[in-house]
């Protein structure tokens, strides 16, 4: 069926654009502050945009430096030295990944305070690492004092030179090898091996005092006594 021609349709719609120029140069001022004022809303709404973002980067930096000195103080406390820098690392991943979800919406904020992140997260592994090294000594050097003294009193108990030889032949391997693992250095070595000595010859001593008194006393103030003089050679 055709349509009857509306209005509109016969005359046309009517074109509402102005020519500026027809109002002259005040036509062409009004626009030009139009036009400022529009750039001037632009720019405000962007300071703001911008003043949001610092607040959220700010927020996020504080938390960051908070949950990673809490975790630094909590390994400070632990022991399991082995285990102690494979277990920071995962930890901080998982610290990472929560603050992607809170502030990775805004992909500037995140970027901002990821990089700090890896920055204050690297400065953390290696303090983790000093602790975990600390423990590490802090571990050897007490099953080191745990296996000497029981050597020392093995020796103390035995007058078997097959076995003392043996005995002595660990002690020394033991000290050895904790200077080869860097747990204190070679002089430290030395002093600990002299100790070991003076140890059994301390344990001898104490026990002729306990069984037989009087036997203990002449051999006591006899320098020259070989059973309870210093061994080291």
Do not use: C, H
Request: charged content about 30%; hydrophobic content about 40%.
């Amino acid at each position: 069926m055709p349509r009857i021609p509306t209005y509109q349709q016969q005359v046309g719609a009517p074109d509402i654009r102005m020519d500026i120029e027809q109002f002259g140069a005040p036509g062409r001022a009004l626009q030009r502050a139009g036009m400022a004022i529009a750039e001037t809303g632009f720019d405000v709404a962007n300071r703001f945009k911008e003043a949001e973002r610092a607040q959220k980067l700010m927020a996020g930096q504080a938390q960051m430096t908070r949950d990673l000195a809490e975790l630094e103080m909590e390994f400070q406390k632990d022991t399991d030295w082995q285990t102690m820098r494979t277990r920071y690392q995962e930890r901080t991943r998982g610290l990472l990944d929560r603050y992607r979800e809170q502030f990775g919406a805004d992909q500037a904020v995140f970027g901002a305070l990821s990089r700090d992140f890896q920055r204050s997260q690297l400065r953390g592994e290696i303090e983790v690492s000093k602790i975990a090294r600390t423990r590490q000594v802090e571990a050897g050097t007490a099953d080191l004092e745990t296996a000497r003294d029981t050597y020392s009193q093995m020796l103390a108990e035995t007058s078997d030179p097959l076995k003392t030889a043996e005995i002595e032949g660990r002690a020394r391997a033991g000290i050895s090898g904790a200077v080869a693992a860097g747990l204190f250095g070679a002089d430290d070595g030395q002093r600990r091996e002299r100790q070991f000595y003076d140890r059994i010859a301390q344990t001898r001593a104490l026990a002729l005092l306990r069984d037989n008194p009087a036997e203990a006393f002449p051999r006591l103030s006899d320098a020259a006594d070989p059973a309870l003089q210093r061994m080291a050679p």
